[in-house]
């Protein structure tokens, strides 16, 4: 595969069209039909789940919230192919992953509630917290695939960034020692066309993401990421050659950011209707609803049923996470060292008088 689409040849690696048709049987993944719906069924909760959030932040019930709403391919299919040994090193926008590993919506909705228990993840091995300081996670990415080289384990690390995580530092050097090293780390990076505001087009002289992997000397591909079929093959293909001793793989998964960069960003500002519509025509649930309905494995019926279930299922564990113990003052100040500080103990008691006259104000 990643000779065929080397990325140096600037050939996209896609499986079905817009209209969920199979334009590339050769490398169509032989996946029973109940494992199809499944995974058509992951990225729907995850696309009801994140539009449900969103409507929970614009009541003042969450804070700041980023969407995955476009992206589900992506983290569905990498859910599909990571194990329970493996390692999720992820950004903010996985939620497909995230869910696939183990984590929960409850612990979603806590972190983004501002509560450290959300960090937990009580059910997810091998699972790192999201990342907000941009790419910083990829060198943890790296430093834990050299400890699977060192210890002759047989894991794979899926690290997570976004397009504009290829402009820093972080991601140079993660890369750079991956190969280097040879160890076994996917580098998955979901271009979704925009950092914030800054297009992909003045993120980088590059004609791809993907094609840094050669100068990296590593194998890279680009794919388009809203075919979940494509996403799936590319992902099982660089797992198979990570665990094969081959090293690190960089995958440009090619997607579109259909919501805000985050619930406190207005996209109208910096981009337009019909760059969205566009982009609308390639959504990943359509294209595989399409597939399925085609193959007579799903419909509108059973889609609007489940919808109604997967509301009442991110309500439960929302209600959860709003009844969930308030955060201890002292755990937010009391691990950074063993004796505090005198500045530390002079902001913990600052932050006791706000709490003490914000109270007092209702």
Known sequence: MFEEYNPINEKIFRVIDNDGKVINKKWMPEIDNERLVKAYKDMLFARTADLQTVSYQRQGRIYTYPPNYGQEAISVATGMVMRDEDWLVPAFREMGAYLAKGGTLKDIFLVFMGHEDGNVFKNANHMLPMSVPIASQLIHATGIGYEIKYNKKKEVVYAFCGDSGTSEGDFHEAVNMAGAWKVPVIFMIQNNQYGISTPFKVQTASKSIAIKSVAYGIAGIQVDGNDIFAMYQAIKAASDYALAGNGPVLIEAMTYRKGAHTTSDDPTKYRTKEEEDAWDLTDPLKRMKAYLISKK????????????????????QFVEAENYPAY???DVFGYMYEDMPDDLKKQQNDYENFLKWKEARK
């Open 297 to 316: 494995l799903w419909s509108q019926k059973e889609e609007d049923a489940l919808v109604v279930e997967f509301k009442k299922e991110v309500e439960r």
């Open 328 to 330: 201890k003052i002292g």
